[in-house]
């Protein structure tokens, strides 16, 4: 899986969430989130970090650079090092590397960049990861809500049930903003591993709260539209049924609420706009009730 598929879900939880990063990579040393610096741009042609945050500890400030990798690639280690030097001239800071891996893999994940003549190690650049599947227990526990969106990806073999625990864990977000874009983060990555027709079933009660999202994906955006124009339809469809029903109601005796709710009941089956349309002038000149049902 390309990590460019993911890069605006991760954009969202680095900035959104940097302080937990900070928190799982430094879980005993007093180090707090101070600023984020957005879309860096490094003194390389094309070249560009997303998640770079200020922090601070014992007075001292350093910048944060976050980078994700589905999984690990040969070239990472010397990239980090390129990174790390570029950041620290750009901007005379010490640098704090942390390197996340999203997807299980059993082989062992190198924190350093070496150059060596022979068998001797000449430079060594040693960085922080972290194998966020580790922490899969924690996120279902609830001790990591905000990463909820990322367990389908740590998890062995996702499930419906691990989409619906990332949705309850996401609904307890109380802040409206957040909630809506972990919900369109859960749906993001997500389809890479459900149909899409089944999570937009699964999802359908949330649609109001993704409306609210930061981004969203094409494929989801077509289906809130589509939704709209269908949710458009049935209340142009529900108008013509209470006009029929005002109608009849005024001209013929129907002060039975059973009478009422059968009517009603027939006029619901109906959905073609235009039959119902036929009926409203039908409504207007049957003689009889029993004669507007012929």
Same mark, same amino acid.
């Given at each position: 899986? #390309?990590?460019?598929?993911?890069?605006? %879900?991760?954009? &969202?939880?680095?900035?959104? +969430?940097?302080? *937990? =990063? @900070?928190?799982?990579?430094?879980?005993?040393?007093?180090?707090?989130?101070?600023?984020?610096?957005?879309?860096?741009?490094?003194?390389?042609?094309?070249?560009?970090?997303?998640?770079?945050?200020?922090? %601070?500890?014992?007075?001292?400030? +350093?910048?944060?650079?976050?980078?994700?990798?589905?999984?690990?690639?040969?070239?990472?280690?010397?990239?980090? !090092?390129?990174?790390?030097?570029?950041?620290?001239?750009?901007?005379?800071? #010490?640098?704090?590397?942390?390197?996340?891996?999203?997807?299980?893999?059993?082989?062992?994940?190198?924190?350093?960049?070496?150059?060596?003549?022979?068998?001797?190690?000449?430079?060594?650049?040693?960085?922080?990861?972290? *194998?966020?599947?580790?922490?899969?227990?924690?996120?279902?526990?609830?001790? +990591? #809500?905000?990463?909820?969106?990322?367990? %389908?990806?740590?998890?062995?073999? #996702?499930?419906?049930?691990?989409?619906?625990?990332?949705?309850? @864990?996401?609904?307890?977000?109380?802040?409206?903003?957040?909630?809506?874009?972990?919900?369109?983060?859960?749906?993001?990555?997500?389809?890479?591993? =459900?149909?899409?027709?089944?999570?937009?079933?699964? =999802?359908?009660?949330?649609?109001?709260?993704?409306?609210?999202?930061? !981004? &969203?994906?094409?494929?989801?955006?077509?289906?809130?539209?589509?939704?709209?124009?269908?949710?458009?339809?049935?209340?142009?469809?529900?108008?013509?049924?209470?006009?029929?029903?005002?109608?009849?109601?005024?001209? =013929?005796?129907?002060?039975?609420?059973?009478?009422?709710?059968?009517?009603?009941?027939?006029?619901?089956?109906?959905?073609?706009?235009?039959?119902?349309?036929?009926?409203?002038?039908?409504? %207007?000149?049957?003689?009889?009730?029993?004669?507007?049902?012929?």
């Amino acid at each position: 899986m #390309p990590i460019n598929i993911f890069d605006r %879900v991760l954009k &969202i939880l680095a900035r959104n +969430y940097a302080a *937990r =990063f @900070l928190q799982l990579a430094f879980p005993t040393t007093e180090v707090y989130l101070a600023g984020t610096l957005e879309n860096v741009e490094l003194a390389l042609p094309e070249q560009r970090v997303d998640f770079v945050h200020r922090v %601070v500890h014992a007075g001292q400030e +350093y910048l944060l650079h976050m980078e994700f990798q589905i999984e690990h690639r040969a070239e990472v280690p010397r990239r980090m !090092f390129v990174y790390s030097a570029l950041l620290t001239q750009q901007f005379d800071l #010490p640098v704090i590397t942390l390197v996340l891996y999203l997807q299980r893999q059993a082989a062992s994940i190198p924190g350093t960049y070496e150059v060596r003549v022979g068998s001797e190690l000449v430079n060594s650049f040693t960085y922080r990861t972290l *194998r966020l599947w580790e922490y899969e227990g924690a996120i279902r526990r609830g001790q +990591y #809500p905000e990463l909820a969106p990322l367990l %389908v990806m740590l998890v062995e073999r #996702p499930d419906r049930e691990i989409l619906t625990r990332e949705r309850e @864990l996401i609904l307890a977000e109380e802040d409206p903003q957040k909630r809506a874009d972990l919900l369109a983060c859960a749906v993001t990555i997500g389809a890479r591993y =459900f149909d899409k027709e089944f999570l937009w079933r699964f =999802f359908r009660e949330e649609v109001e709260m993704l409306k609210g999202a930061s !981004f &969203i994906e094409d494929w989801l955006e077509e289906k809130l539209e589509e939704g709209l124009q269908q949710g458009l339809q049935q209340g142009s469809l529900e108008a013509r049924r209470q006009d029929i029903l005002h109608i009849l109601r005024t001209r =013929f005796d129907l002060s039975e609420e059973k009478a009422t709710r059968a009517l009603m009941e027939r006029l619901q089956e109906i959905e073609d706009q235009a039959l119902l349309q036929g009926l409203v002038m039908e409504a %207007v000149q049957a003689e009889s009730l029993e004669a507007f049902w012929a």
